[in-house]
């Protein structure tokens, strides 16, 4: 094939390719500004096509300038193939080394709100229990109690925290991450009643969870109980805390949306709550894994089990407090 040829067969690809780079080097801001339309291309195919053709340009001898200009795409393209693919690690990395902790340090009132909630009733609970037993019947019933004495009874033999039959860890890991990602997902979506749906779901599950460990702990079950919710407590709890604020971040937006409407103070408010929502989806993750493959077992002493407890509690707010803050100090 001669070189006019060629580049009559190829030239609209080609521009097509070049038209679509240029558009990537165009900043997000102007392109939404000026509404600048994307152009329409299967890059990773378009790009694989256009190193044949720089093959064929240079096996065949075509016109320096010819293979000068193919040159010039491929090596634009595989730049932004690069590009693309290290950006997007280096944008996970940066969530949630930056990005995440300090997000919800903008978001405290919503996170002190969301835990005064849920611990308060947790511990309100958990206190008045101990004074007054019965009152784990007001929050379960007699079945789910003795269903809950039996899987930290102190004389098992299999897995603490779980039913007998349920013996597989793979299995529980499954379970936590849809339980515990099914009360995540309650304590947010409630925010959309005007932050009602995220009070309630926060005092159920502070109430809930308090008077399991009130009541294991007045019948004597402490080192099974405790030594088992220490491990995955740090991770589990946070995670329905930051559940609870990316609740508020939505109600904030209906109650208060200021010179917005409601649906754009929504819309606004929800791609911050999501972030958030993110973060605590990962430490639900976290705790299921801790849960089924640590937590449960017994040959582990329970002065480790508190101890590594202590140190994951250590490490989660010192992530929150610390982390992202040299970034910060760099913008100033």
Avoid at 169 to 194: E, R
Wanted: hydrophobic share 50%.
């Amino acid at each position: 094939m001669k070189q006019e040829q060629f580049i009559s067969q190829y030239q609209a690809q080609w521009e097509q390719i070049r038209a679509w780079l240029d558009y990537q080097q165009i900043p997000k801001r102007q392109r939404k500004r000026d509404a600048i339309p994307e152009p329409t291309l299967d890059f990773p195919a378009a790009y694989r096509q256009l190193c044949h053709h720089l093959a064929l340009a240079q096996s065949r001898m075509y016109s320096p300038l010819l293979i000068a200009q193919l040159n010039d795409l491929v090596t634009r393209g595989h730049h932004r193939l690069y590009t693309s693919r290290l950006h997007f690690a280096h944008r996970f990395i940066q969530f949630y080394l930056q990005d995440l902790p300090q997000l919800v340090r903008r978001e405290w009132q919503a996170l002190l709100l969301a835990g005064m909630l849920f611990f308060g009733s947790f511990f309100a609970m958990l206190i008045a229990i101990q004074v007054e037993p019965e009152l784990v019947y007001s929050v379960m019933d007699g079945t789910t109690v003795a269903n809950m004495e039996d899987m930290y009874d102190p004389q098992r033999d299999s897995r603490f925290g779980r039913e007998r039959e349920a013996d597989s860890d793979v299995y529980m890991f499954g379970f936590y991450i849809k339980n515990n990602t099914g009360i995540g997902f309650q304590v947010f979506a409630g925010g959309l009643l005007y932050g009602l749906g995220s009070v309630f779901f926060l005092l159920f599950n502070g109430l809930y969870i308090g008077a399991a460990a009130g009541h294991l702990t007045q019948i004597g079950y402490i080192e099974t109980f405790w030594g088992f919710v220490a491990g995955h407590s740090a991770f589990e709890l946070t995670a329905i805390v930051l559940s609870g604020a990316a609740g508020f971040k939505l109600a904030a937006a209906l109650i208060m949306p200021g010179r917005k409407s409601r649906a754009l103070a929504l819309r606004d408010n929800a791609q911050e709550a999501i972030l958030i929502v993110y973060g605590a989806a990962t430490l639900f993750i976290m705790a299921a894994f801790v849960e089924a493959f640590w937590s449960s077992q017994t040959w582990i002493p329970v002065l480790v089990k508190y101890a590594v407890g202590i140190a994951l509690w250590l490490l989660v707010i010192a992530y929150f407090v610390l982390l992202g803050r040299e970034a910060v100090a760099d913008e100033t």
